[in-house]
């Protein structure tokens, strides 16, 4: 079935690029999401990314499609401390009907 | 346009209640989702509904959870007798028809705790 694994932590300094790294199972997956949630708040979908392309830019993120490795980054750069919060790693599932999501990896922003 | 709305946003019951979680979809939008998380974990998928029928319930728990989306009103989320491993936030997901999961907006969430 459909898995998507992520690291829990990481932390950098204010200024620094973050990368946020996931792997997930699905080689038929078709879409691959990045999400965000801060404390208390619901998710909010930061971009995603087709399957047919290897890298997506968005102002200040990259992300980066290995589908070989099943391996999805996201990159922020110039990080800020109002970037502090949860990513989530996200694939539809084959029917369509879902998201299957990592358990979010926590980055922390220092100044 | 407001976004998805849910209710309770915060709510406590006591062990063999029952609870009850309100979504109303953004305007326009015709399908819904619910989402479990868990503490310390990722979002799993519990049902999607669209207006009165359930289209996938793969992730909902078999017994004590139940959902449904009628023609008028919010979608409902209703767990009875609840237990300390409900505790939990519950988020809705909404999206317009014919654009499935790649244009859904999640609501606040409703945070369950049983006590």
């Not at chain 1, 087709?50 to 830019?57: G, L, Y």
């Not at chain 1, 750069?77 to 790693?89: K, L, M, N, P, R």
């Not at chain 2, 009875?80 to 939990?88: C, H, L, N, P, Y």
């Given at each position: 079935?459909?898995?998507?694994?992520?690291?829990?932590?990481?932390?950098?300094?204010?200024?620094?690029?973050?990368?946020?790294?996931?792997?997930?199972?699905?080689?038929?997956?078709?879409?691959?999401?990045?999400?965000?949630?801060?404390?208390?708040?619901?998710?909010?979908?930061?971009?995603?990314?087709?399957?047919?392309?290897d890298m997506k830019q968005d102002q200040r993120?990259?992300?980066?499609?290995?589908?070989?490795?099943?391996?999805?980054s996201l990159r922020i750069a110039d990080t800020?401390?109002?970037?502090?919060?949860?990513?989530?790693?996200?694939?539809?599932?084959?029917?369509?009907?879902?998201?299957i999501f990592g358990k979010g990896t926590t980055?922390?922003?220092?100044? | 346009?407001?976004?998805?709305?849910?209710?309770?946003?915060?709510?406590?019951?006591?062990?063999?209640?029952?609870?009850?979680?309100?979504?109303?979809?953004?305007?326009?939008?015709?399908?819904?989702?619910?989402?479990?998380?868990?503490?310390?974990?990722?979002?799993?998928?519990?049902?999607?509904?669209?207006?009165?029928?359930?289209?996938?319930?793969?992730?909902?728990?078999?017994?004590?959870?139940?959902?449904?989306?009628?023609?008028?009103?919010?979608?409902?989320?209703?767990?009875?007798?609840?237990?300390?491993?409900?505790?939990?936030?519950?988020?809705?997901?909404?999206?317009?028809?014919?654009?499935?999961?790649?244009?859904?907006?999640?609501?606040?969430?409703?945070?369950?705790?049983?006590?």
């Amino acid at each position: 079935g459909e898995d998507v694994e992520q690291s829990l932590f990481l932390s950098v300094r204010e200024g620094d690029s973050s990368v946020i790294n996931c792997t997930y199972t699905d080689s038929s997956s078709t879409y691959l999401y990045w999400y965000k949630q801060e404390p208390g708040a619901g998710l909010q979908l930061l971009t995603y990314i087709f399957s047919n392309m290897d890298m997506k830019q968005d102002q200040r993120l990259t992300v980066l499609l290995n589908k070989k490795d099943k391996h999805l980054s996201l990159r922020i750069a110039d990080t800020q401390t109002g970037d502090s919060a949860i990513y989530f790693c996200a694939e539809r599932n084959q029917a369509g009907t879902a998201l299957i999501f990592g358990k979010g990896t926590t980055l922390s922003v220092s100044s | 346009n407001a976004g998805v709305m849910q209710n309770p946003r915060h709510l406590v019951r006591r062990r063999g209640q029952e609870a009850r979680l309100r979504c109303s979809p953004m305007k326009g939008h015709s399908h819904v989702y619910w989402y479990r998380q868990l503490p310390e974990e990722g979002l799993k998928f519990m049902v999607y509904l669209q207006k009165e029928n359930i289209i996938d319930e793969s992730g909902m728990p078999k017994e004590r959870f139940s959902a449904e989306f009628p023609k008028e009103g919010p979608s409902i989320l209703r767990i009875q007798q609840v237990v300390r491993g409900d505790s939990a936030a519950y988020f809705c997901a909404s999206s317009p028809p014919g654009t499935g999961v790649n244009t859904i907006y999640f609501g606040e969430g409703s945070w369950l705790t049983v006590v």
